[in-house]
Nanobody, 124 residues
């Protein structure tokens, strides 16, 4: 079983940057797809970005393409989400999630385990 812990959230002004980290424990991390999702108050959880086992394949939501970058360091059991040019509409709780099948998907129900989330607030 893999346990995920997010960190790096906070308050930032519009146009600023943050880097989120998703630290994992467990032997199967390097064989897990990792996805980042976010959920704003009153809204459904939405896919942000995903990365394959080896990091060779990444997928982004249209709303973050060109601004966010997902990467992973399997030696450190960590996945990162670099967020640049942040906008007020990026405000949400950000979650990382893992799935064992090596296909990046945007469906939350396809992921097997989740972190507890980290708050990102972008002031305009």
């Amino acid at each position: 079983q893999v346990q995920l812990v997010e960190s790096g959230g906070g308050l930032v002004q519009a146009g600023g940057s943050l880097r989120l980290s998703c630290a994992a424990s467990g032997r199967t991390f390097s064989s897990s797809i990792i996805g980042w999702f976010r959920q704003a108050p009153g809204k459904e959880r939405e896919f942000v970005a995903g990365i394959s086992w080896g990091g060779g394949r990444t997928v982004y939501a249209d709303s973050v393409k060109g601004r966010f970058t997902i990467s992973r360091d399997n030696a450190k059991n960590t996945v990162y989400l670099q967020m640049n040019s942040l906008k007020a509409e990026d405000t949400a709780v950000y979650y990382c999630a893992g799935r064992r099948v090596n296909v990046v998907t945007s469906l939350p129900s396809s992921y097997d385990y989740w972190g507890q989330g980290t708050q990102v607030t972008v002031s305009s």
